[in-house]
């Protein structure tokens, strides 16, 4: 079945630090990409997408590329800010398949200042 | 994408008692899912509702402990029935109104049993 897997938290950095938190994934159509964030004691919401293969999501300066030989869907950040601090799920969508939302199990992030 | 508004935000609730979840999106979609995000981890599928039918219930959820409406097809509401303090979680609605855009979900409702 369909799977994701990100790195394991806690990551801590300092502010203006490069930031790499990996997500890979096991699928077996052509599934959508997704990185969601969750600020302290907020829902989830959308932090980039990516639908197909070599296509690159960005937002907030947060990017992510769809990379289908290594099924990976990386999240990066040039230079992170404390208010960046949040919980970070990586999920795909087989929108061929049952149209289920896959979360990984998340990876905490705190920036200090 | 969607908007969600998703109430309460937050209750503290006795054990034995029940909640209930309310759920409203600014339009019509066919289908309204609710998980559930126990401390520390990641979010849970409970169900999938659909307007009209039966929700779908995943394994180790069951209708008489997390019955679910959905009257319409902007609106549903998830009842957390006979609480413990195992069921203390962080309960979430999701829609997925556009394939393009994602899932969109609310707010989150924080449930804490005592």
Excluded at chain 1, 75 to 85: F, I, P, R, T, W
């Amino acid at each position: 079945g369909n799977s994701v897997t990100q790195m394991e938290g806690p990551v801590t950095l300092s502010e203006e630090a490069f930031l790499t938190i990996n997500c890979t994934y096991t699928a077996t159509g052509y599934p959508s990409l997704f990185w969601y964030v969750q600020y302290p004691g907020e829902g989830l919401q959308l932090l980039l997408k990516a639908t197909k293969a070599d296509d690159k999501g960005s937002n907030k300066g947060f990017e992510a590329t769809y990379r289908k030989e290594t099924t990976s869907f990386h999240l990066e950040k040039g230079s992170v800010q404390v208010s960046d601090s949040a919980v970070y799920f990586c999920a795909l969508v087989d929108f061929s398949g049952d149209d289920k939302i896959i979360f990984g199990k998340g990876t905490r992030l705190h920036i200090l200042p | 994408s969607a908007v969600i508004s998703q109430k309460p935000s937050r209750d503290i609730c006795q054990r034995g008692t029940s909640l209930t979840i309310q759920c409203q999106v600014d339009s019509q979609v066919t289908m309204m899912f609710w998980y559930r995000q126990q401390p520390g981890q990641s979010l849970t599928l409970i169900a999938t509702a659909n307007q009209g039918s039966e929700a779908t219930y995943e394994s180790g959820f069951v209708i008489d402990k997390f019955p679910i409406s959905r009257p319409n097809l902007t609106f549903s509401t998830l009842t957390v029935s006979n609480m413990s303090p195992e069921d203390s979680s962080i309960y979430l609605c999701s829609v997925d109104r556009d394939r393009a855009e994602g899932y969109t979900f609310g707010s989150g409702t924080r449930l804490t049993v005592v």
